[in-house]
């Protein structure tokens, strides 16, 4: 199937791997979801009185967010928290794999696109909404930024680790349409040609 620009153009069926895609979508949601909290120490996109989407999300449930935690070396991990922010990840970048599959172009400029999207659906229309976070006009400008930016190093890691993940599982490159695979092909058909061309132009 076409459409406009290539937007929803479905992979040719006999490309498609859904199972190795949906296990680099797990392996890729747990070490982006890790990349994620680095970038959040670096920008920190919240000011020091707000707390943590998961937090306000674990009391809103009744929950204790400080009894939800285990010790490790001396330190209190908020497995409760981490839980969330994690499950987020996994979930979102599973299905992203999974997508993937039957539309190629999901994985759009490394997966930055599908990041994007992600960002304004969850912190700019559902977070707010919940009562999560204040209304997006509200927030400041240093949380848009790092958020945005966030989610797409967030969708270039994840993107990297599904392709890597993805391609030792099956031995076989990403699903396309046939009409790009037909044309990778060509391309590498006329770049062979044109090595053979020069050698023999050596002889």
Do not use: C
């Amino acid at each position: 199937m076409k459409t406009p620009f290539g937007l929803l153009d479905t992979s040719a069926p006999e490309s498609r791997r859904v199972g190795a895609a949906l296990a680099a979508g797990l392996v890729a949601g747990l070490s982006s979801g890790a990349i994620k909290m680095a970038w959040e120490a670096w920008l920190p996109p919240r000011t020091p009185d707000r707390e943590v989407p998961p937090v306000t999300l674990l009391k809103e449930q009744g929950a204790d967010p400080d009894s939800l935690t285990y010790s490790y070396n001396g330190n209190d991990v908020p497995w409760g928290v981490l839980s969330i922010h994690f499950g987020f990840s996994v979930v979102t970048v599973a299905a992203y794999s999974v997508l993937a599959e039957y539309f190629p172009k999901v994985r759009l400029w490394g997966g930055a696109a599908y990041g994007l999207g992600a960002w304004l659906v969850a912190h700019e229309l559902v977070l707010p909404k919940q009562g999560l976070t204040p209304a997006a006009k509200d927030l400041p400008v240093e949380e848009h930024v790092s958020e945005a930016l966030g989610h797409v190093v967030w969708m270039w890691e994840a993107e990297l680790v599904r392709h890597g993940v993805r391609a030792a599982l099956t031995g076989a490159p990403d699903a396309e349409t046939r009409r790009a695979a037909l044309g990778k092909l060509g391309t590498t058909a006329q770049a062979g040609a044109k090595q053979v061309l020069a050698a023999v132009k050596r002889r």
